[in-house]
């Protein structure tokens, strides 16, 4: 009777054990499900942006012979106000006539005048305020061609049939003839790093929005480090412990989790409605971006206070070291690793936002690059709203390209915080 006890609550036990195993078999088959679709959902995302994006860095570019005829430029010489009102578009004009003689006709030297970009004319201004001994010469020009001629030969497959959208037959043949000749060729996109935005795609690019982000990240540093820094100190080594500070802890981790569209509302009611400050200007977004960034802010950086051992306190204290000698040479010193990282990771999750800062303006067509703090601005992830909103299919590539250009600022920033973390940090 005993061995029969035995022998069934051995089973029993056999059964339970096989239960649990199927189950932790069963559960980590789920956990390396979800990370394997996590993944795939990762690649498919970077696959489908590279895939549409990678486009933009490249632009179709047309070589043109042009004269830079004082009657057709309608100027005697070079100077500011000269090269303010020359017939630029003239030049081009006359260059296309050149290389397509056989085209007569008034509607099809009007197609054919659409083969390069509209800011053809202010290349050639810049190149002549360069090299004003060009008057009256010849040179060679690479134009940036229209965002249709873009767009139709980044689609042309082996079988030369591509996407022509409004490329009419005749034009798609002076297309090849150009392609064949050598004088349409896709030429690495400058303009995209160097202008700021364009209603024309081929012109626009993301240095004004860039610029932007990088005033907007430097005022909201300057102000949430040391106050997010300052408010940690006064919290985890100074406050006493009570329910008012307890109020202010609580208080804290809630606003970390406030939508960021808030802030835009706050920012928009104080800023600028109460203290009348410029719209769409660096300096208001940065101070929105700061209510935002504080609370991540304040809990790294008491996190990283508390990290440092009790020990290293008490021991400074022993040797006769007041309460700010402690926290300012010996606790401080040893948590600023942390500290640094949670404000780089505040500052990574900054430059993403586009919720807040839509709400002060900073959604605004903005052409000029801004020289400071207070002048007109948009910054990169708002500049990506506008130009996937735009109706031109070439935007779809500059959309994409600034993704990507994002995407690398935030991952080489993420990638410095652990860094820098991984090298400052030390184990007790």
Known sequence: MTNLTQTQVRERIEKNLASRH????????????????????????????????SGAFMQAS?????????????????????LTWANFSGVIRQALRERFPSVTGRSDKRELYTLVSSGAPFTLRD???????????????????????DTFIKSLKDSKEGFRGRTSDQKAGWIEQLLETGELKKR?????????????????????????????????????????????????????????????????????AVPSIVFGLLGLAIFINFFELPRSAPLVGGLVLTLMTLPTIIISSRAALKAVPPSIREAAM??????MQVVFHHVLPLAMPGMLTGAIIGMAQALGETAPLLMIGMVA???????????PATVLPVQIFLWADSPER?????????????????????????????????RW
């Open 22 to 53: 199927r189950t932790e078999k069963l559960f980590r088959g789920l956990g390396i499900a979800s990370i394997a679709f996590g993944v795939l959902a990762v690649v498919i995302l970077f696959s489908d942006i590279i895939g549409k994006g």
């Open 62 to 82: 047309i070589q043109l012979e042009v004269h830079y005829d004082t009657e057709v430029l309608g100027i005697d010489q070079v100077d500011d106000e000269s």
């Open 127 to 149: 190149r002549l305020a360069e090299n004003p001994e060009l008057l009256g010469k010849s040179e060679v020009v690479w134009f940036a061609a229209d965002d249709d001629v």
């Open 188 to 256: 690495f996109n400058t303009i995209f790093f160097t202008n700021g935005d364009s209603r024309e795609p081929e012109q626009a690019g993301i240095r004004a929005a860039l610029m932007g982000s990088l005033f907007t990240l430097l005022v909201t540093l300057a102000l949430s480090f040391p106050i997010g820094v300052a408010a940690a100190i006064y919290l985890e080594e100074y406050a006493p412990k009570n329910r008012w500070t307890d109020l202010i802890e609580v208080n804290i981790n809630n606003l970390a």
């Open 318 to 323: 022993g040797m006769g070291a007041s309460r």
């Open 365 to 375: 067509f903005i052409v000029d690059v801004p020289g400071g703090v207070t002048d």
């Open 394 to 426: 070439a935007f779809v590539e500059r959309t994409s390209a600034a993704i990507m250009v994002l995407l690398s600022v935030l991952i080489l920033m993420n990638a410095s915080a652990v860094m820098l973390r991984k090298k400052l940090e030390r």
